[in-house]
């Protein structure tokens, strides 16, 4: 984050460690929710005046695998809930320990092996190195989203083949 350009337009920037984090925990534990169930596509349906009830029946999280990129303070929070959903639970994070992992009933893997070839080969070789280049506060979830947000586009259509992934693997 720029601090100065950031001050400069009036914007205050401030690290506030464990501020929101179970609030943000949730809310991506609502939106995987939300996309596992359809619920954008069906709300959208139903704005368009059709009732399609039957086309958007989503998938149940149970006995899927999420993975996550950072596994700090939030992504710990957002394993723990998956736990909860009984979901199997992979992450990447160079700064997680093994004893940590356990303690969180996470697995531990590399990027590589996270976003394994569906996912792996829709990002650029560049996005995916810049990833492993980041500080330690940069490597958690939020810095990970700030990471990716110019890249939003391919990341939908990862997203996306994640959830395609997700149905098949179900």
Same mark, same amino acid.
């Given at each position: 984050v720029?601090?100065?350009?950031?001050?400069?337009a009036?914007?205050?920037?401030m690290?506030t460690?464990f501020?929101?984090?179970?609030?943000?925990?949730?809310?991506?534990?609502?939106?995987?929710?939300?996309?596992?169930? +359809?619920?954008?596509?069906?709300?959208?349906?139903?704005?368009?005046?059709?009732?399609e009830k039957?086309?958007?029946?989503?998938v149940?999280?149970?006995?899927?695998?999420?993975?996550?990129?950072?596994?700090?303070?939030?992504?710990?929070? *957002?394993?723990?809930?998956?736990?909860?959903?009984?979901?199997?639970? *992979?992450?990447?994070?160079?700064?997680?320990?093994? +004893?940590?992992?356990?303690?969180?009933? *996470?697995?531990?893997? +590399?990027l590589?092996?996270?976003?394994?070839?569906?996912?792996?080969?829709?990002?650029?070789?560049?996005?995916?190195a810049?990833?492993?280049?980041?500080?330690?506060?940069?490597?958690?979830?939020?810095?990970?989203?700030?990471?990716?947000?110019?890249?939003?586009?391919?990341?939908?259509?990862?997203?996306?083949?994640?959830?395609?992934?997700?149905?098949?693997?179900?």
């Amino acid at each position: 984050v720029d601090i100065p350009a950031a001050t400069a337009a009036g914007v205050i920037v401030m690290n506030t460690p464990f501020g929101n984090s179970i609030t943000t925990a949730e809310h991506a534990i609502s939106l995987m929710m939300a996309l596992a169930r +359809e619920i954008p596509a069906a709300n959208a349906s139903t704005h368009a005046g059709k009732w399609e009830k039957n086309k958007f029946m989503g998938v149940e999280l149970y006995g899927k695998t999420l993975g996550l990129i950072g596994c700090g303070n939030i992504g710990g929070i *957002v394993a723990d809930r998956a736990k909860g959903l009984k979901m199997h639970v *992979v992450a990447y994070d160079p700064y997680l320990s093994t +004893e940590r992992a356990a303690e969180l009933g *996470v697995e531990k893997v +590399e990027l590589d092996d996270l976003l394994g070839p569906q996912l792996g080969d829709r990002l650029e070789a560049d996005l995916r190195a810049s990833m492993r280049r980041r500080p330690a506060n940069e490597s958690r979830l939020g810095g990970a989203l700030q990471l990716l947000a110019p890249h939003s586009a391919r990341l939908r259509e990862a997203m996306l083949a994640a959830l395609d992934v997700l149905v098949r693997r179900g």
